[in-house]
């Protein structure tokens, strides 16, 4: 497996080949190199396991973090939101825990959220519509409770693929989801909710 990191100012690779537990000497990578100006890590499948460092909020140039297909757990940091300038974050298929943070509604450039397949709980921030260039939510196989935020569905403008899919979703399906004009892909199976797809998504 291979870890690596560019930055405006040099090139880090590191290979780990037979390493799998090294989330600790990545930690200290990323806050050695958090003052450079772009930064992108790749980090996905590689049996990371333990907590996101809080510490990855003063890395405010990242534009890209891929956590997926690990063994991480404990909560989302706040601290993410910190990441002015992140375009995509994808946590998928890890272990963790705990609600959505509304900090991540202060990610005003982030184009993609894809934290499916965790065990978060609580509702559906309705804060996350402030993330105005979303066009990729991703929110399927938690435990979410409660409704689909209008305010989500009535700002979120760009959004392209909506997938809420294996929750615990409850009220009824709202009609303004066919208000999101971009709208191409949408999954909200296996839930609890009610009512009908409206009828322009159906077709």
């Known amino acids: 497996m291979r870890l690596a990191f ?17 989330f600790t000497m990545v930690e200290n990578l990323l806050e050695r190199i ?16 333990g907590s996101i ?15 997926s297909s690990n063994e991480i757990s404990g909560g989302i940091p706040p601290e993410l939101g910190n990441c002015s300038n992140l375009t995509l974050l994808e946590l998928r298929s890890n272990r963790l825990s705990g609600e959505i943070p509304d900090d991540l509604s202060h ?22 519509s402030q993330c105005s260039s979303l066009t990729v939510l991703l929110l399927d196989g938690n435990h979410l409770i409660g409704a689909i935020p209008l305010a989500l569905l009535s700002t979120l403008s760009k959004l392209q693929t909506l997938d809420l899919s294996m929750n615990k979703l409850t009220d009824a399906i709202p009609s303004d989801l066919a208000r999101i004009p971009f709208l191409v892909h949408f999954n909200i199976s296996s839930n609890n909710l009610q009512g009908e797809i409206p009828a322009m998504l159906a077709s």
């Not at 958090?34 to 396991?49: A, C, I, M, P």
């Not at 510490?55 to 891929?66: A, D, I, M, R």
């Open 6 to 22: 560019t930055t405006s100012s040099f090139v880090k690779e590191i290979f780990t080949h037979g390493y799998p537990k090294l």
């Open 107 to 128: 990610l005003s450039n982030l184009v993609e959220l894809d934290i499916g397949r965790n065990n978060l709980n609580g509702g559906i921030p309705p804060k996350l």
């Open 34 to 49: 958090s003052r450079d100006t772009e930064v992108k890590g790749l980090l996905q499948g590689n049996s990371f396991s």
């Open 53 to 67: 460092p809080a510490t990855y909020g003063y890395l405010k140039s990242l534009q890209v973090l891929f956590l």
